[in-house]
């Protein structure tokens, strides 16, 4: 197994602890998206995700944490507007 099949599933099975129970007990998960695997694309994301559901979205940034949020569907919005700020103190 991959150190990133490996890093997924260590994740998933801490986000599932957290999940609903219905959802908690799910005997399968499949991996829909991945930047490493799909390339770095908004609409790639919400294409691959069309039709599926529940859905977990995890983030993981530049220092390895992960955050993550449960979706019951993920659409394509009619305008995306992405704003990063970089606080400095």
Known sequence: MSSRLTLFAIHASQIR????????????????????????????????CKGKGPVVLAIKDTTDAVSWALHNAIQ??????????????
């Open 17 to 48: 602890l957290e999940l609903p129970r219905k959802l908690r007990n799910a005997t399968k998960w499949s991996l829909v998206y991945s930047s490493d695997q799909h390339g770095i694309s908004m609409t790639t994301l919400y294409h691959r």
């Open 76 to 89: 394509l919005p009619q305008k995306i507007t992405i704003k990063l700020a970089n606080i400095v103190s």
